[in-house]
């Protein structure tokens, strides 16, 4: 959506009036104000070393139009104003066909193929999540009368309305065609041809996403999700994210959980672990919980009691140690379906098993993309030459190649999470990237392909959700764990409603 406003004459330009906070990204756009085709390492090259906490993380075209755009947001949402002016300029529009299989404009927000409510708030505060021309802000206003108090975290449910809305509010829905899946997607010799649709077309924008495909259980866990939970007999939850922290957090109080996790600390640290306990209690507190089942699940370690003051209200919420147990680095090797639970057994890091009856199970292990809308040739000029490339896709996939450029292959642009950087605030990068090239291309400009998402600042650990995944939420007076590519960082309670636990159950319903 973000790229089809930009195609259709809405130019980025710098608004000086009043100038951003770094004076030498200042100094630099206040001459040439124009931010499509911008030189992204001549006007990032100084962020490293800026006082301002420019991310590390997001490549730098994404940090440097996300600094345009919401300026200061990190440090005060309420004051957060945007050096950015969005100029209508007609004759730039390049005509296009924005396709894509939801029932409307939203992508992956218009589902929900985990079973997590509509009620969940975002992680976001809704200034992040705005697109350009019609802030959330301003939605909010039109459909509930009120303005957006600060610090709003929408709901999923909010989000989507906003995002549905959206291409009619700025009048490019003329482009969107909705409940179309395209596939055969193959190079021709002036550019590309699309089989399902026979649709011929100059240049290609892959906007699908890291997150259509949510990761299965094996099959013999699979009988396991269509038992109803009931609170006196365990529901078995697996995955060390946040979708698996939102079961856990909306169960009812009495809710019995087997919680299997992976335990990797100094490795591939559970996403919660970025979590402050002031700005997400729930999330710290199941990491909390994490963490004591992993400790007392390692001999070599001393046994921990939880300290009065790290506790979270939240933690002081339920007896956990009468309903939750953690089962750290464990594996389900046995499976024994009885009429109304599961006999499970479970191997532990240090071989010993041991056996539980559950009843239900949710699968929280993450989420992939997938380009098999690309046909072999196309898919592996696009992912990379090796004899065993795979159409299904994480976010590091093809971060490496963004790094150098979006445009992946020659007319070929990724934008959006595709990119690696999958928060709706680092969209805006790739996109002007994109909307650069091809509105030269569209005036008959020259262009070269050239690598300018690639400066010297370390690229190796990816800043994206991490999860669902990730992000580091810490106040902004305390000092960074993860990295900066945090979504909210200041205090609003995350208010967990119970709408979540009532879904699930119509979820285990239906199925
Ligand atoms: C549960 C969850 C919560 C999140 N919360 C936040 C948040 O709070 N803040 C934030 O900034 N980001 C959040 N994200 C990150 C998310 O990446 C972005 O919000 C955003 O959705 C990325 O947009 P996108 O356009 O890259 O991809 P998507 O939104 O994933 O859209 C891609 C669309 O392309 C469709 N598609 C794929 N293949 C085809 C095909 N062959 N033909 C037609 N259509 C196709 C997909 O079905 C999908 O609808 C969240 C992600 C998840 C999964």
């Given at each position: 959506m973000i790229l089809?406003?930009?195609?259709?004459?809405?130019?980025?330009?710098?608004?000086?009036?009043?100038?951003?906070?770094?004076?030498?990204?200042?100094?630099?756009?206040?001459?040439?104000?124009?931010?499509?085709?911008?030189?992204?390492?001549?006007?990032?090259?100084?962020?490293?070393a800026s006082r301002l906490s420019y991310s590390t993380q997001a490549l730098p075209v994404n940090v440097l139009l996300d600094t345009l755009v919401r300026t200061s947001v990190d440090v005060d949402e309420l004051e957060s104003s945007t050096n950015v002016e969005w100029r209508f300029v007609p004759e730039k529009a390049v005509p296009h066909l924005v396709f894509g299989d939801a029932v409307h404009a939203g992508g992956q927000w218009t589902d929900n193929l985990m079973p997590a409510s509509w009620d969940i708030q975002t992680l976001s505060y809704a200034s992040m999540l705005s697109l350009p021309g019609y802030s959330f802000a301003e939605h909010y206003r039109k459909v509930t009368g009120k303005d957006l108090p600060a610090y709003t975290r929408p709901s999923r449910e909010e989000t989507a309305s906003y995002f549905r809305t959206y291409p009619e509010a700025v009048q490019i829905n003329d482009v969107f065609r909705f409940h179309e899946t395209l596939s055969g997607i193959?190079?021709?010799?002036?550019?590309?041809?699309?089989?399902?649709?026979?649709?011929?077309?100059?240049?290609?924008?892959?906007?699908?996403g890291i997150f259509t495909q949510v990761l299965q259980p094996s099959p013999m866990l699979q009988p396991m999700a269509?038992?109803?939970?009931?609170?006196?007999?365990?529901?078995?939850?697996?995955?060390?994210?946040?979708?698996?922290?939102?079961?856990?957090?909306?169960?009812?109080?009495?809710q019995k959980i087997i919680h299997v996790f992976k335990w990797d600390p100094e490795g591939r640290s559970s996403p919660l672990r970025g979590c402050h306990h002031q700005a997400y209690p729930e999330y710290a507190g199941v990491y909390r919980l994490m963490k004591r089942a992993a400790v007392a699940a390692d001999p070599s370690k001393k046994r921990v009691k939880m300290r009065r003051t790290t506790s979270t209200p939240f933690l002081e919420t339920r007896s956990w140690d009468e309903v939750y147990e953690g089962l750290p680095n464990t594996e389900i090797v046995g499976v024994e379906m009885q009429e109304k639970q599961a006999i499970i057994t479970f191997r532990q890091p240090d071989g010993s098993t041991l056996t539980r009856a559950?009843?239900?199970?949710?699968?929280?292990?993450?989420?992939?993309?997938?380009?098999?809308?690309?046909?072999?040739?196309?898919?592996s000029e696009v992912v990379?030459?090796?004899?065993?490339?795979?159409?299904?896709?994480?976010?590091?996939?093809?971060?490496?190649?963004?790094?150098?450029?979006?445009?992946?292959?020659?007319?070929?642009?990724?934008?959006?999470?595709?990119?690696?950087?999958?928060?709706?605030?680092?969209?805006?990068?790739?996109c002007v990237q994109a909307a650069g090239k091809l509105i030269d291309a569209r005036t008959g400009k020259e262009r070269v392909r050239s690598g300018s998402n690639n400066t010297s600042r370390p690229q190796s650990s990816l800043g994206v959700m991490r999860g669902i995944d990730g992000h580091d939420i810490t106040p902004p007076s305390e000092t960074r764990v993860v990295d900066n590519d945090r979504m909210a960082s200041t205090l609003p309670q995350r208010v967990m409603p119970n709408g979540l636990w009532r879904w699930l159950w119509r979820w285990f319903d239906v199925r």
């Open positions: 089809s406003y930009l195609l259709h004459g809405h130019i980025p330009y710098y608004s000086a009036n009043p100038p951003h906070p770094d004076p030498l990204l200042h100094a630099k756009l206040r001459d040439s104000p124009e931010l499509i085709n911008v030189d992204v390492s001549a006007l990032t090259d100084h962020f490293a193959s190079r021709t010799e002036n550019g590309f041809y699309i089989r399902s649709h026979d649709i011929h077309c100059k240049h290609l924008v892959l906007a699908s269509a038992l109803q939970p009931v609170p006196e007999t365990p529901l078995l939850v697996i995955g060390s994210g946040f979708s698996a922290a939102d079961i856990i957090i909306s169960a009812p109080k009495d559950v009843r239900g199970m949710v699968y929280a292990t993450g989420r992939r993309g997938s380009l098999e809308y690309l046909d072999r040739s196309l898919l990379g030459d090796a004899t065993d490339i795979s159409p299904i896709i994480s976010a590091r996939t093809l971060r490496s190649k963004a790094c150098e450029d979006t445009e992946v292959a020659p007319n070929v642009f990724i934008i959006g999470s595709l990119t690696g950087d999958s928060l709706i605030r680092f969209a805006y990068g790739s």
